[in-house]
């Protein structure tokens, strides 16, 4: 069974997980369209899109890309709350250890954390979450053992 699927299985009051593996042919249509979605998001926005999330980030009235920083944002900054799209992909995470990780985040609806590298996610991570309803965490390190609850 694949690993990314067996998040669903997760009591972290999320509406919908969407996950995509990198076998496409497993995936339905809806979430590989959802997932281009995620991943096009703030980058087909135009040239309307601000400095914001300490100067780290780049922002549209609902959407955030802090995405490609290579380790060097090891934060989730503050948004106001209209945004509700993060794309925090790329940053070389290895793990989020605190749950505390999202705690400037929890109004958002869709989080992007592709190409992070990461291998552990707390278990109380999500848990603050009171809207969020696609999560994208294809392309890490994900073990289906590491990420039980405890």
């Known amino acids: ?4 699927w067996m998040l669903k299985f997760l009591a972290l009051n ?3 997980l969407v996950c995509v593996s990198e076998n496409f042919s497993s995936t339905s249509a809806r979430s590989r369209e959802q997932l ?3 991943w096009t998001g703030v980058r087909s926005v135009g040239n309307n899109l601000t400095s914001c999330g300490d100067g780290r980030c780049r922002c549209n009235a609902t959407h ?3 995405s490609n920083h290579q380790g060097n944002l090891t934060y989730i900054p503050t948004f106001p709350h209209t945004i509700y799209y993060l794309n925090f992909s790329r940053n070389n995470l290895s793990d989020i250890k605190n749950d505390d990780f999202f705690k400037n985040v929890t109004h ?8 992070n590298g990461l291998k552990y996610i707390s278990s109380g991570a999500f848990r603050n979450f009171s ?11 994900l073990s289906y053992y590491i990420i039980t609850r405890s």
Request: with cysteine.
């Open 1 to 4: 069974m694949n690993v990314l």
């Open 14 to 16: 999320i509406l919908q």
């Open 36 to 38: 281009d979605q995620g």
């Open 64 to 66: 955030a890309d802090c």
């Open 108 to 115: 958002i609806r869709q989080l992007d954390l592709v190409y």
């Open 131 to 141: 809207r969020l309803t696609d999560l994208y965490l294809s392309f890490n390190r």
